[in-house]
T-cell receptor
Framework: GEDVEQSLFLSVREGDSSVINCTYT??????LYWYKQEPGAGLQLLTY?????DMKQDQRLTVLLNKKDKHLSLRIADTQTGDSAIYFC????????????FGAGTTVTVRA | DADVTQTPRNRITKTGKRIMLECSQT?????MYWYRQDPGLGLRLIYY???????NKGEISDGYSVSRQAQAKFSLSLESAIPNQTALYFC????????????FGDGTRLSIL
């Protein structure tokens, strides 16, 4: 989507950390989400963060939010081959709480 | 068993045919959505429904129609399919409260020749 931008590809070595970045334009965004799409499957909700938070950690996943710069990142610690997938950033505007605006997705490839 | 089930998973058809994609959910959610996914474009919203009597157009509704047959069922129709409707289609659901996460089905891959 034009309101949410992500880099298209990321290659990372197994065991390293992956960092996927996302920028958005709607300053009224209330929730920001990360979804994972494995081949042949739908989108799986990984985590989400409310806009009044700076950071959220969930096991190997760390989400950082810089609201001033409208920048969201997802860090995956100890990246495994099962982490190879497309990762989508999405934001939910405060004015229309039904609507998710998605980025184009970042394809993460984990190499041995 | 999947909470959000889409049928069929794959479909190949010809230009001009009418096609229906179906979605059913066991999550008890009131809100249901249809998206299409195209490479490099992310997901775009086609239609959404907040309850059985509520249907709304999304950003790319032209050429599509929907029916909410029950709380658990939401179908998408292409009245006269055209090749640029070839895409991956996803159904999603969410609870009725504001900003609740959306939960997706596994998608229907549709090819129109």
């Amino acid at each position: 989507g034009e309101d949410v931008e992500q880099s298209l590809f990321l290659s990372v070595r197994e065991g390293d950390s992956s960092v996927i970045n996302c920028t958005y334009t709607d300053s009224s965004s209330t929730y920001l989400y990360w979804y994972k799409q494995e081949p042949g499957a739908g989108l799986q909700l990984l985590t989400y963060i409310f806009s009044n938070m700076d950071m959220k950690q969930d096991q190997r996943l760390t989400v950082l939010l810089n609201k001033k710069d409208k920048h969201l990142s997802l860090r995956i610690a100890d990246t495994q081959t099962g982490d190879s997938a497309i990762y989508f950033c999405a934001e939910s505007p405060g004015s229309n709480d039904y609507k998710l605006s998605f980025g184009a997705g970042t394809t993460v490839t984990v190499r041995a | 068993d999947a909470d959000v089930t889409q049928t069929p998973r794959n479909r190949i058809t010809k230009t001009g045919k009418r096609i229906m994609l179906e979605c059913s959910q066991t999550k008890g959610h009131d809100r249901m959505y249809w998206y299409r996914q195209d490479p490099g474009l992310g997901l775009r919203l086609i239609y959404y429904s907040f309850d059985v009597k509520d249907i709304n157009k999304g950003e790319i509704s032209d050429g599509y129609s929907v029916s909410r047959q029950a709380q658990a069922k939401f179908s998408l129709s292409l009245e006269s399919a055209i090749p640029n409707q070839t895409a991956l289609y996803f159904c999603a659901t969410s609870a009725q409260y504001s900003n609740q996460p959306q939960h997706f089905g596994d998608g229907t891959r549709l090819s129109i020749l």
